[in-house]
């Protein structure tokens, strides 16, 4: 079974500061890997995702996210925090087994500090 | 965007009525899925669709019955609201089971 673990239901940056939110994963095959954004009284949206090739994987508004196998971690940066960025965050794991879904964490909400 | 519609956006009903909420998608994709999202919960599968008539449970469908007689519509009913029932509900859609998905606006769902 797959599972997905996100570290901090809460986390605050500065304005300019490095964003870092962290993502940890379960799961028995190589898996699929996702990052969704959910701003306000909105849906979720992909900001990024990893299926197979580069561990480095890049998104939308700036955010980065690098799959290592040997942490089993999948954890979202941005090197300088906007207030736009606020806003929650999840982290999801599938596989290419299509008969699996996919698994959502708890999500992490980002606030930023003027 | 992807085209999904979920209605109504919100609704205030009251326990013991019946209550449904629409997902009408134009992506023609093959999976659907309700959620519910609840602080400290983050988002949890209520039920979900991989073709016209078939259905599966997912963790948290105790109270909900869900319904796809066409591709684009994904119906979830709640057959006697009841106070743990009131949630945000999203849909979503994926074009199979393990690609990235597609959420709706949400519905704000009140049992009083």
């Known amino acids: 079974a797959q599972s997905v673990t996100q570290l901090g239901s809460h986390v605050s940056v500065s304005e300019g500061a490095l964003v870092l939110l962290r993502c940890n994963y379960s799961s028995s095959v190589p898996p699929y890997l996702f990052w969704y954004v959910q701003y306000p009284n909105q849906g979720l949206q992909l900001l990024l995702k990893?299926?197979?090739?580069?561990?480095l994987v890049k998104g939308i508004n700036g955010f980065e996210a690098e799959f290592k196998k040997s942490e089993t971690s999948f954890h979202l940066t941005k090197p300088s925090a906007h207030m736009s960025d606020a806003a929650e965050y999840f982290c999801?794991?599938?596989?290419?087994?299509?008969?699996?879904?996919?698994?959502f964490g708890k999500g992490t909400r980002l606030h930023i500090l003027p | 965007d992807a085209g999904i519609t979920q209605s109504p956006r919100h609704k205030v009903t009251e326990t013991g009525t019946p209550v449904t909420l629409r997902c009408h998608q134009t992506e023609n994709h093959r999976y659907m899925y309700w959620y519910r999202q609840d602080p400290g919960h983050g988002l949890r599968l209520i039920h979900y669709s991989y073709g016209v008539k078939d259905t599966d449970k997912g963790e948290v469908s105790d109270g909900y019955s869900v319904s796809r007689s066409k591709t684009e519509d994904f119906l979830l009913t709640l057959e006697s609201a009841t106070s743990s029932q009131t949630s945000v509900y999203f849909c979503?859609?994926?074009?199979?089971?393990?690609?990235?998905?597609?959420f709706g606006q949400g519905t704000r769902l009140t049992v009083v």
């Open positions: 999801a794991v599938t596989n290419p087994n299509r008969d699996d879904k996919i698994i």
């Open positions: 979503a859609i994926t074009k199979d089971s393990n690609t990235e998905a597609f």
């Open positions: 990893y299926t197979t090739g580069a561990t």
